[in-house]
């Protein structure tokens, strides 16, 4: 399991030859971590199990308060900072510290989930063979879509970004980080036991992962081939699991071109239901008229 208990797997042993990644009673693979990675490791110590039966215990939770000033000033940065965030297609060879891309996983690992789940697998990407296939098989969906599956009105959207069959971010990128989500949890009996929100669970996961990212100065992608089966073959991964995105991780190239978008304002986004009542039969009559 990786850091409190999600799983991270390592997908460098398989190759083009029909290698898989394996391992451990669930089928997750867990690679030992590089010397530079220690401060993760001190939170693998403690295994995570389910839940289910046990009775509910409480813990003591008292987080420092930040004080007002500070939090302000905290909150209005890290606006700044994620308003600088782009998805990226372009990227530049230069090598990227594995620890960066592991610190995000672990934060990826903290999200909420439905009854503590967890239900998530991280498989990292290294073996450049694999990568290579996962792009010759992703661009071969992506051929069909394009050329008339995905019709004209979703052709219409992805228009103004730019993308097209080609993704070469899938071998260009330093990293490929596959995230699965796990349908079901799996015993080591081989009895299963029901995962809930599973979808909302490992959405909110990839967000943090994102932002994390972000944060560490690097760029990311969220590519959904579709349908995007063959990534649990390729990958080797067990029944319960199903792709839910593919991550390419580094830094932008240094001609990398992003589309010339606008994000919705907060007036767009944001409905506020205030104690006046006046204003709310306002706000609520705006909604439904």
């Known amino acids: 399991m990786g850091a409190d ?24 693979f867990v690679a030992p971590l590089p010397a530079e990675s220690t401060r993760l490791t001190l939170h693998t110590m403690t295994t995570w199990t389910p839940l289910h039966n046990q009775p509910y215990h409480p813990i003591p939770y008292h987080p420092n308060r930040i004080p007002l000033a500070e939090a302000l000033a905290e909150s209005a940065a890290f606006r700044r900072r994620m308003d600088e965030r782009r998805t990226v297609r372009m990227f530049s060879p230069d090598p990227v510290p594995e620890q960066l891309v592991l610190d995000a996983i672990a934060v990826a690992n903290t999200a909420p989930s439905g009854a503590h789940q967890q239900p998530w697998t991280f498989v990292l990407v290294e073996d450049p063979q694999v990568r290579a296939r996962i792009r010759e098989a992703a661009e071969a969906e992506e051929r069909i879509s394009y050329r008339g599956r995905l019709g004209e009105e979703w052709l219409s959207a992805l228009r103004p970004l730019g993308t097209d069959e080609h993704k070469p971010h899938l ?58 089966k063959f990534l649990t073959e390729v990958l080797g991964r067990p029944r319960n699991e199903k792709a839910f995105a593919v991550i390419p991780i580094g830094y932008p190239a240094a001609d990398a071109v992003v589309p010339d978008l606008v994000r919705k304002s907060m007036d767009q986004v944001l409905v506020r239901i205030r104690s006046d009542a006046t204003h709310q039969a306002a706000v609520v009559s705006g909604l439904t008229g």
Do not use: C
């Open 5 to 28: 208990g999600g799983a991270v797997a390592r997908a460098s042993v398989p190759d083009a030859r029909g290698g898989r990644v394996s391992g451990g009673v669930d089928g997750n």
């Open 171 to 228: 071998t260009d990128a330093p990293y490929l980080l596959v995230v699965f989500q796990q349908r079901f949890g799996l015993r080591p009996d081989g009895t299963t036991y029901k995962h809930y929100y599973g979808d909302e669970s490992v959405g909110i996961a990839v967000g943090m992962l994102l932002t994390a990212l972000h944060l560490a100065g690097l760029a990311a992608l969220t590519h959904t081939p579709s349908p995007m």
